[in-house]
């Protein structure tokens, strides 16, 4: 059983930044293609961007291509999420999750294990 905990959100201004962390408790974290997804209110989970097992990528969203950036360090388990300039409309629960897939994919089914979720607001 693998254990995600992110951390790092808040309440934050049109334009602001955050970055999210999510600590995995993975023994080969490396294996493993990490994702972020987002889920607003009334709005299905949609896809952030991920990072390959093999290090590949990050891929991203067009919606969020330029202005976020995923990073991840397999020495402390951890993958981030960078958010600048951020927008209302980026206003979500974030989660991040792990896949054993060899490719980076989009859907969520794709995805094994979760996190509980971080609450990003930006106010306008």
């Known amino acids: 059983q693998v254990q995600l905990v992110e951390s790092g959100g808040g309440l934050v201004q049109a334009e602001g930044s955050l970055r999210l962390s999510c600590a995995s408790s993975a023994r080969a974290f490396s294996g493993y293609t990490m994702g972020w997804f987002r889920q607003a209110p009334g709005k299905e989970r949609e896809f952030v961007g991920a990072v390959r097992r093999s290090g590949g990528g990050p891929y991203y969203a067009d919606s969020v291509k330029g202005r976020f950036a995923i990073s991840r360090d397999n020495t402390k388990n951890t993958i981030f999420l960078q958010m600048n300039s951020l927008k209302p409309e980026d206003t979500a629960v974030y989660y991040c999750?792990?896949?054993?897939?060899?490719?980076?994919?989009?859907?969520?089914?794709?995805?094994?294990?979760w996190g509980q979720g971080t609450q990003v607001t930006v106010s306008s």
């Open positions: 999750a792990a896949s054993t897939a060899i490719g980076a994919p989009r859907g969520a089914d794709h995805y094994r294990y």
